[in-house]
C-alpha cells in the first residue's frame, strides 16, 4: 500500500532512504536546511552534495519548509545528525498530525544528546519533546547500513526497535523492499547503544588501520582484536544503560553494524581515524571541545567524535572500564598521541 512519508534530514543516510522508500513507490517529502540541496534534488533528481551519482526517483521531492514535509504524513523519519536533533523536532512537534499522534514516527539519527541530568538516548530526548503519545511508541531504525549501499539497491538488513511492538511491525512492514530486510526488536535501549558507540570505535579502528599501513607489528588480526574488544565495551555501556536484551549486541544491530563502521570504504568514523593519522587532523583544534564546536570544517560529519564526549561521560557515571573509548577521548582532547595509545592499548598496558 503507497504511503504518505516525511524525512527530516537530507545527508547521505536520510536520501538514501528516501530513494529506497520512494522506489518501492511511496510518495516521499525530504527536508533539508540547505536550498542547494533542495534544488539539486527537485530540478536534477539528485543529490549532489551529500549523496552524489545516485538518482533519485520522480516520487521524491525536497523542501526547506519542515513543517511541510511533517503534516500529514502516515510516517515520519527523523534523520538530522545527534547534534541538531532536539531543535528539528521542536520545531514540527505543533504540526497537527503530529499533535494528535497520528503520524507514525521513526528515527535514523546515531548518537547521545546532552542534558543536566547527563547524555540521554535519541528516543530519551524526542519523548521529551513530543507529545505525550509518542512516548513509548517510536521506533528506532539501525543496522550495518551505509548510505552508498542502501541507494544502489544492495541487500541490506535493519533493525527497527520499539517498546511499541505494532509500531515496530508498521515500520518494518514500509520499510521492507527487495533491497531491504527488516527485523524487529523490542530492545530500543540496547540498539540504540549499538548504534552510538559503534561510531567511537570505529574512529579508533581507523587510526590503526593507518598505523598499520606502515607498522610490522599490526595487522588483520590486530584489527579483528580491536573489533572484538570494542564490542565488549559496547556490551558494558549497553548493560549500565539499561539494555534488556543480550543477543542485541550479537545481532545485525551489535556485531553487523559495529563490523561494516568499522571494516567498510564508505565508513565517516573509519575515515577520521585515517585522517587523524594520516593528516594529522587533529593538530588544527586545542581539545575535544574546540574540535566539537568547529566540526563542520572537516567537511565530513564523524558522529564517533561526538559520541566520544558522552561516552566518556557515561564511564566516569557508571564507572566503567573503557580502555578504547576513553582513550580515544583522551586523543581527541589533546592529552595523548594516537601511536602511544593504540601500542598501549594492544600490548595490554594500563592505559
Not at 6 to 21: D, E, P
Not at 216 to 234: H, K, P, Q, R, W
Not at 283 to 310: H, N, Q
Request: with cysteine; hydrophobic share 40%; glycine share 8%.
Amino acid at each position: 500500500m503507497k504511503q504518505s512519508i516525511g524525512i527530516l534530514g537530507a545527508g547521505a543516510w536520510g536520501t538514501a532512504m528516501a530513494i529506497s522508500l520512494a522506489r518501492s513507490g511511496h510518495e516521499v517529502a525530504l527536508w533539508a536546511i540547505e536550498q542547494d540541496v533542495v534544488d539539486s534534488i527537485n530540478i536534477r533528481h539528485e543529490n549532489t552534495r551529500y549523496l552524489p551519482g545516485f538518482a533519485t526517483p520522480e516520487n521524491l521531492t525536497a523542501s526547506t519548509d519542515k513543517r511541510a514535509v511533517a503534516t500529514n504524513k502516515n510516517f515520519l523519519i527523523v534523520a538530522s545528525p545527534s547534534l541538531y536533533l532536539e531543535s528539528t523536532v521542536r520545531d514540527i512537534r505543533d504540526v497537527p498530525s503530529i499533535s494528535d499522534g497520528s503520524t507514525c514516527i521513526g528515527v535514523l539519527t546515531k548518537g547521545f544528546v546532552p542534558s543536566p541530568s547527563g547524555p540521554r538516548l535519541i528516543l530519551d530526548t524526542l519523548e521529551s519533546v513530543l507529545p505525550e503519545s509518542y512516548h513509548k511508541g517510536l521506533v528506532y531504525i539501525a543496522g550495518p547500513s551505509h548510505a552508498e549501499e542502501v541507494a544502489m539497491g544492495k541487500l541490506t538488513g535493519l533493525i527497527a526497535a520499539s517498546e511499541s511492538p505494532m509500531n515496530s511491525i508498521r515500520f518494518r512492514e514500509v520499510l521492507r523492499s527487495r533491497g531491504l530486510l527488516v527485523y524487529s526488536s523490542l530492545d530500543v535501549i540496547g540498539v540504540q547503544v549499538c548504534a552510538a558507540a559503534k561510531n567511537v570505535v570505529a574512529v579508533a579502528f581507523g587510526m590503526l588501520d593507518a598505523i598499520a599501513e606502515d607498522s610490522d607489528a599490526f595487522g588483520d588480526n590486530t584489527e579483528s582484536l580491536l573489533l572484538a574488544a570494542g564490542l565488549n565495551e559496547i556490551q558494558l555501556i549497553g548493560r549500565a544503560m539499561g539494555a534488556t536484551h543480550p543477543e542485541t549486541f550479537t545481532s545485525i544491530s551489535g556485531v553487523g553494524d559495529l563490523d561494516v563502521t568499522c571494516r567498510s570504504k564508505y565508513g565517516r568514523n573509519r575515515r577520521f581515524g585515517q585522517d587523524i593519522i594520516k593528516k594529522k587532523m587533529l593538530k588544527e583544534f586545542s581539545g575535544l571541545d574546540d574540535l566539537l564546536s568547529r566540526i563542520t570544517e572537516i567537511g565530513y560529519l564523524p558522529e564517533g567524535a561526538v559520541a566520544c564526549k558522552y561516552v566518556h561521560e557515561l564511564s566516569l557515571a557508571q564507572n566503567l572500564k573503557l580502555p578504547i573509548c576513553n582513550g580515544l577521548f583522551a586523543i581527541l582532547n589533546k592529552e595523548k598521541e594516537p601511536q602511544q595509545f593504540i601500542e598501549q592499548l594492544l600490548n595490554g598496558e594500563q592505559i
